[in-house]
């Protein structure tokens, strides 16, 4: 059997750590600020101190020890007080409301903008004058004298 090279099971185990890091990332997404990086920061500690002790792991033995990412980050967020977690999903709330708000009224300005800059082109467009009528009236007296009087 072909013996493997030392380097490449300590980047074997980056990989396993830095999968598992992300996957907790990943669950941790209601949870904003300084909170979420403690939390972040605690579980990369203990991933660093389990990698210091053993050296051979893969990412099923980080799943193993520390339990699924998604339920190590549920276990952290049941724990978090509800008032932060109360506070960190209104501020989600208000800024969708907010993005929600702009793009109504972006519309609707749109709209007005549109409705005006038509009405300004069909005014316009009916004060152009493409041609103009001339008008020969002949009175009967003046056919005799053959003048002509242009209106």
């Not at 793009?103 to 038509?118: C, D, E, P, R, S």
Request: with cysteine; net charge neutral; charged share 25%.
């Amino acid at each position: 059997m072909r013996d493997r090279n030392p380097l490449s099971i300590r980047n074997q185990q980056k990989n396993s750590i830095k999968k598992y890091l992300f996957k907790i990332k990943r669950y941790l997404h209601i949870i904003y600020g300084s909170t979420k990086e403690e939390i972040y920061k605690k579980i990369e500690a203990d991933l660093a101190s389990y990698a210091e002790e053993y050296e051979n792991f893969t990412y099923d033995d980080l799943v193993d020890v520390f339990g699924a990412p998604e339920e190590l980050s549920a276990a952290y967020i049941r724990n978090q007080n509800a008032t932060a977690l109360y506070k960190a999903l209104s501020v989600k709330k208000c800024v969708l409301t907010a993005c929600l708000v702009t793009a109504f009224a972006a519309v609707i300005t749109g709209g007005i903008k549109t409705y005006l800059n038509y009405r300004l082109y069909a005014d316009v467009k009916n004060s152009i004058y493409a041609y103009s009528d001339t008008t020969i009236v002949i009175y009967e007296s003046a056919e005799e004298n053959n003048t002509y009087e242009e209106n």
